[in-house]
């Protein structure tokens, strides 16, 4: 059963009040995202940043910022009518994520109001073994919502998981759910 609740998170200039749904019980989970209006109608420019796997380091990030623009895939928590301005982009440094213990706070320190684990992350041959890990620990050590992907899943990627079985858990089922689209937005980014 879900839990909801309000959780608020001090800034010198602002308190942000996100409305928050907790799947799970780890201390100070922001395991949150099917909650799809959680900062809609925030009312003003929403800043983020994005980690994406060392794998994809050359990644042009094409289909990271289609997907902010047209508000898709793990973007679609924010409305369209708000900015959404990225103030951090950067690799996780390679296994095992040494990045992850230290870039959070840069990319706070630059505004950023929550951090998105790339799609990459999910979509990798292997998927990021650690991916749960690095999301409990930012949230908790950060205290700042921790979203899992950016753009859909592309199709040829996920036609590939299923066949191989990667996210027939329950555990993944949550972790690709902000991700998985439908096969229509899915093939657009093939
Ligand atoms: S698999 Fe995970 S730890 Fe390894 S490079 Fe990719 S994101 Fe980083």
Same mark, same amino acid.
């Given at each position: /059963?879900?839990?909801?609740?309000h959780?608020t998170? #001090?800034n010198?200039?602002?308190t942000?009040?996100? $409305?928050?749904?907790? *799947?799970?019980?780890?201390l100070?989970s922001?395991?949150?995202?099917?909650?799809k $209006?959680l900062w809609k &109608?925030? %009312?003003? !420019? /929403?800043k983020i940043?994005i980690i994406?796997?060392?794998r994809? !380091? #050359?990644?042009?990030?094409?289909k990271?910022?289609?997907?902010?623009? $047209?508000?898709? %895939?793990?973007f679609?928590?924010?409305? =369209?009518d @708000?900015?959404?301005?990225?103030?951090?982009?950067?690799?996780? %440094?390679g296994?095992p994520? &040494?990045n992850i @213990?230290y870039?959070?706070?840069?990319? +706070?320190k630059?505004?950023?109001?929550?951090?998105h684990?790339a799609? %990459?992350?999910?979509? &990798?041959?292997?998927?990021?073994?650690?991916i749960s890990?690095f999301? =409990?620990f930012?949230? *908790?050590?950060?205290?700042?919502p921790v979203? +899992?992907?950016?753009?859909?899943?592309p199709? !040829?990627y996920?036609?590939?998981h299923?066949k191989? $079985?990667?996210?027939?858990? @329950?555990?993944?089922q949550?972790l690709i =759910?902000p991700? *998985?689209?439908?096969? *229509?937005?899915?093939?657009?980014?093939?």
């Amino acid at each position: /059963m879900n839990d909801t609740k309000h959780c608020t998170r #001090s800034n010198p200039e602002d308190t942000l009040e996100l $409305n928050m749904v907790l *799947l799970r019980k780890p201390l100070c989970s922001y395991t949150v995202l099917l909650d799809k $209006n959680l900062w809609k &109608g925030k %009312g003003n !420019k /929403m800043k983020i940043a994005i980690i994406i796997c060392e794998r994809y !380091k #050359s990644c042009a990030g094409g289909k990271c910022f289609r997907a902010l623009r $047209n508000r898709e %895939g793990a973007f679609d928590i924010y409305s =369209k009518d @708000e900015s959404l301005e990225i103030v951090g982009y950067t690799s996780c %440094g390679g296994c095992p994520g &040494g990045n992850i @213990e230290y870039v959070p706070e840069e990319m +706070i320190k630059n505004g950023a109001e929550a951090i998105h684990l790339a799609t %990459g992350f999910v979509v &990798g041959y292997p998927p990021c073994p650690y991916i749960s890990h690095f999301k =409990k620990f930012i949230e *908790l050590k950060y205290n700042i919502p921790v979203i +899992i992907g950016t753009h859909p899943i592309p199709q !040829k990627y996920y036609i590939t998981h299923d066949k191989l $079985n990667t996210w027939d858990t @329950e555990e993944w089922q949550e972790l690709i =759910k902000p991700t *998985l689209a439908n096969e *229509l937005t899915r093939k657009a980014y093939d």
